[in-house]
């Protein structure tokens, strides 16, 4: 068997680890999947009829939405991971000879499935409280393409964040900063709303151009500017977690 196809098939074994793992744990798939649609109902129920977007709010808030459902999901990968580096778990990994590339891709892979059925729910809620796309089968692939590749890029840097923390709480935590960020965005209210400071740093973080791509790929109507923006960012972050992941597994593993 070559190296390659050795690789893929130990990745297939991680996966199935960590979806056992995942679904054994209410509390993991509460915050990935549930809490995001309580943000939800919400923001949308509650505090909605506050805000003046120019459109109906459920059509507002739910590309944010989405990428908030994907950063709820990445504390407790970031916790799997530390968890199993501290307790020998890889090590065990490493005497089997169990390709190392396979370990980290399979809680990247975990992650991305964890993260598509909370947009899933996210998306299905939102039709059940009126949401009214106007995107095309070619916009819908471009919000699940760019989803996917977000996922992608934070899973990494999660990662290496649970990899380089002391422990399991502290990883979770190092997380919190991401789950924020959408808050500190135009995911809720548009960013030129916004006081002095709050307003400049809602228009350059990264999930900002993010969530601009996918509410106009939802409209029908995307910006060629944020897209370019949201890959590049989506891009960046990958390689920075990827470098850091790698070179943190290899020191500590």
Not at 218 to 245: E, F, K, N, Q
Request: aromatic letters at 8%; glycine letters at 8%; proline letters at 4%.
């Amino acid at each position: 068997m070559s190296s390659l196809s050795t690789a893929m098939a130990d990745s297939v074994i991680m996966l199935r680890r960590n979806l056992k793992h995942t679904l054994r744990n209410p509390l993991v798939l509460f915050n990935a999947v549930l809490f995001p649609i309580v943000i939800m109902l919400m923001f949308v129920k509650v505090l909605g009829g506050a805000f003046s977007v120019g459109e109906e709010y459920i059509d507002y808030v739910t590309p944010g939405l989405l990428v908030m459902a994907v950063s709820y999901g990445l504390g407790s990968t970031a916790a799997a991971v530390n968890d199993d580096m501290r307790k020998g778990v890889i090590n065990r990994f490493k005497a089997m000879d169990v390709s190392r590339g396979a370990v980290l891709t399979g809680q990247v892979v975990v992650t991305t499935v964890r993260c598509l059925v909370a947009c899933t729910a996210i998306v299905g809620v939102a039709f059940a409280m009126g949401f009214d796309p106007e995107a095309s089968a070619l916009d819908w692939l471009g919000v699940l393409g760019l989803v996917v590749l977000l996922t992608f890029a934070t899973s990494w840097l999660t990662i290496a964040l649970g990899l380089a923390a002391k422990t399991a709480e502290s990883a979770g935590l190092a997380t919190v900063p991401l789950i924020m960020l959408p808050f500190l965005s135009s995911a809720f209210v548009p960013a030129d709303t916004m006081g002095a400071g709050a307003r400049q740093f809602a228009e350059y973080q990264p999930f900002t151009p993010i969530i601009e791509t996918l509410r106009g790929l939802l409209a029908g109507d995307p910006s060629s500017g944020d897209a370019i923006a949201a890959v590049a960012w989506c891009v960046g972050l990958t390689l920075l977690g990827y470098v850091w992941a790698v070179s943190t597994f290899k020191k500590r593993a």
